[in-house]
């Protein structure tokens, strides 16, 4: 039989051009290699703290160049290293990989940095570090120093909203600046949303509480305007939001473990049609998901508030969402009435006495638009 490290040696590079770590392994040691992969993402879950994390193996690198060789009882050297780095037509790097070989420890580095894009074009970011090894009694020091040197601490504002952003190694938080409105509740909308924003406001400021709000109505009448407003008038809670693709996962392992590190938190599904509809006309067990996160069995350990936003009449939404006990709070945004729209306008500095009809809140924001009229300079716009 042929001597495998010979055979692996005769293919060292794979079809991008890039050593092989495990071909390489193959051939400097005439066997197959363990690999152990060291992810942050766990750690960068520490996001919502204002902090997250990334691997440097530039560190790394400095230290192993900085050690002095003659010391043979200290291992930290390197006998080679490879890189590869790819840029796009804007120059900008999409991947960056780099393999150090540890002399003294029969150990392979592989570090890989890499931006690439879902079936959405999505970018999705891969920051991981592998060791090849042959025995791990032998290798666990020097895991220890990678984890110690490699591991970078980014220290970031205090945001109280973030997106949820999937990687290749899971759920990610990333912090979302959002702009400022000062939203009058009373003004904006109509009477019987006073009782409803307490509701509301009670409701997420609770620790340990779950559940689930639903808050429906045509486009344009403020449901958007007013999460904005709870947002900025709740900077200790925090707000995460999810698109409809996550909302699809919600019940999916890896996405109730991110859950999971995340509890007390007010998880924002906007647009949910997809979700809510009733399961005659929606063939997916979305609706089962959130159930089972929102107000099941899953709800009492994870902790996790829901506001889902939809257009769609009532009518339309699944019967076991309607249940009663289900629902912690609903709510339908309408036009704002015409005596409040006339109100809203004179407040925003428009002079008009009478309204034939109520107005959404997104109309009433942009008269001045629509009628090419100015606006006062202090005005917040609706969108």
Known sequence: MNNIGEIASLQLYDYTDALNPTRLFLYKYNKFPNIIGLNPSKEKRKCIDGITFKFDIEKLITYIDSINRDDLSNKFYHSSINRIEDVDETGKLYNKRIIICIAGYNAIIHSREEIIQDTNHQDITSDYIEVY???????????????????????????????????????????????????????????????????IRDFISKENEHGIIILNGAMGTGKTHYIRHLINTNPDTTFILGTKNIAEQIAE????????????????????????????????????????VGDGLLSDSLKIKIIVTFNTDLKNIDTALQRKGRLRYQYTFDNLCKEKSIALLKKLGYKIDKVTKPMSLADIYNYGKENNIAVKENVIGFN
Do not use: H
């Open 133 to 199: 090894y042959d025995n791990y009694s032998q290798v666990e020091p020097l895991i220890k120093k990678i984890w110690e040197i490699t591991y970078e601490e980014i220290k970031r504002d205090k945001a109280n909203l973030y997106a949820i952003k999937q990687t290749m190694s899971g759920f990610e938080l990333t912090p979302q600046v959002i702009k400022k409105n000062d939203v009058d509740v009373n003004s904006n909308y109509n009477d019987d949303f006073a009782d409803a924003d307490k509701v």
């Open 253 to 292: 392992p890896s996405f109730i473990e991110f859950l999971s590190q995340n509890q007390n938190t007010v998880l924002i599904l906007e647009d949910c049609e997809n979700i809510v509809r009733k399961r005659s006309m929606n063939e997916g067990s979305a609706i089962t998901n959130l159930l089972n």
